[in-house]
C-alpha cells in the first residue's frame, strides 16, 4: 500500500511538499509515479524515480517546478512542488510498481490522493 499526504491550500508562487509513504513495497525494489487528475481533465503522469534512484520527467507542464526524492529508510518518496500555480489543482497521487514504466499506472498500487487547491 501506499499513501500520500501534505496536500492543502496554497497561494500562486508557493511550494508543498507532498509525501508517499510505502508499506509493504520496500522503495529497495519498487519504482514510484506521480500523477495528478484536476477537475475535468485526463489523468497525468508527472514524475517516477525508479528503485535505483534514476528519475524521469514525464510532464513538461512541471519541469522545472516540480522535483521527486527518495528516502529509503523512512520508505518515502517525496514530491516537492515550487513555483505552483492555479492550473497545477488537482488531485495528487503516487503510484507504487517494478518499473517506470508506462505501464506503471495499470500494474501499479495507487494511493487515495491528496488534494492540492492553489488559489489566491
Known amino acids: 500500500q501506499v499513501a500520500e499526504s501534505g496536500g492543502g491550500l496554497v497561494q500562486p508562487g508557493g511550494s508543498l511538499r507532498l509525501s508517499c509513504v510505502a508499506s509493504?513495497?520496500?522503495?529497495?525494489?519498487?519504482?514510484i509515479g506521480w500523477f495528478r487528475q484536476a477537475p475535468g481533465k485526463e489523468r497525468e503522469r508527472l514524475l517516477c524515480i525508479a528503485a535505483n534512484g534514476r528519475i524521469s520527467n514525464d510532464a513538461d507542464s512541471v519541469k522545472g517546478r516540480f522535483s521527486v526524492s527518495k528516502d529509503n529508510a523512512k520508505n518515502t518518496v517525496y514530491l516537492q512542488m515550487d513555483n505552483l500555480r492555479p492550473e497545477d489543482t488537482a488531485v495528487y497521487y503516487c503510484?507504487?510498481?517494478?518499473?517506470?514504466?508506462?505501464?506503471?499506472?495499470?500494474?501499479?498500487?495507487w494511493g487515495s490522493g491528496t488534494l492540492v487547491t492553489v488559489v489566491s
Open positions: 503510484v507504487a510498481g517494478p518499473l517506470c514504466s508506462s505501464g506503471l499506472a495499470t500494474v501499479g498500487v
Open positions: 509493504g513495497e520496500t522503495l529497495d525494489y519498487h519504482a
